[in-house]
């Protein structure tokens, strides 16, 4: 069973419709929400844990493909918050059904292992991506690893700084610098989103790890 034929599995379970979300949403507080896996049909998502200070930690940006909360099949009430970072609509499964469904159907039990196994491989890529090298390097790895084409959504400079490990100054004065230097630009067509010019970006960026390069 390959990735595609898992998702196949997981996805029969599904309700509709879809949940059209805007940008900076709270999964979990949302009247619609329950106890639910979802997987990103468009759009971006940051997971990340809040401190009793308030200091927030991003886990990780998922994006368009990508499952959130698949986990919580076998490991519930984890400590981490989902929030949208662009308009996102979300295929959502309740766990309810999966664990129902675990019980008579051996091929959906293989499905979330292979699943499991996927998450895994990409939460090494995002360590490896966005946990090491410069702050520039880091800002050029997670335009790589948002955009589609030549265009790429773009937070607000606090929830970039954060997702990058660095100050909202700092990563408010990186994309001044890259506009300045024409590496990325402001799209006319699609209001929040900027265009990069990705030759230039993965210059900046060293190397970078992608299985499914964005």
């Known amino acids: 069973m390959n990735n595609a034929d ?7 379970l599904a309700e509709n419709p879809a949940l059209d979300l805007g940008a900076n949403v709270a999964l979990g507080h949302h009247e619609d929400d329950g106890d639910h896996v979802y997987r990103i049909l468009n759009g971006l998502v940051m997971q990340c844990h809040y401190g009793e200070d308030g ?27 989902s929030e949208t970072l662009t308009a996102t609509v979300l295929m ?3 766990v309810a059904r999966i664990r129902d469904a675990q019980t008579t159907n051996p091929e959906l039990q293989h499905a979330i292992l292979r699943l499991l196994a996927r998450e895994v491989v990409d ?8 946990g090491t090298g410069s702050a520039m390097r880091r800002i050029c790895r ?3 690893w948002s955009a589609k084409d030549e265009y790429c959504p773009l937070p607000t400079r606090d929830k970039l700084g954060s997702i990058i490990a660095t100050t909202t ?6 994309i001044a610098d890259l506009r300045r230097q024409g590496v990325l630009r402001k799209s006319r067509s699609r209001p929040a989103t900027v265009v990069i010019d990705r ?7 060293g190397d970078f790890w ?5």
Not at 6 to 12: R, T
Not at 55 to 81: H, K, N, S, W, Y
Not at 123 to 130: A, F, M, Q, V
Not at 169 to 174: F, G, N, Q, V, W
Request: net charge positive.
């Open 6 to 12: 898992a998702l196949k599995q997981l996805e029969k």
């Open 55 to 81: 200091e927030r930690q991003v886990c990780r940006v998922f994006r368009p493909g990508d499952l959130i909360g698949l986990e919580t099949v076998a490991e519930p009430g984890l400590p981490l918050i």
């Open 92 to 94: 959502r499964i309740p």
């Open 123 to 130: 939460g090494y890529n995002w360590k490896i991506n966005l």
């Open 142 to 144: 997670f335009l790589l």
């Open 169 to 174: 100054e700092t990563a408010s004065r990186m």
């Open 199 to 205: 030759d230039r970006v993965r210059q900046k960026a």
């Open 210 to 214: 992608d299985y499914h390069a964005a």
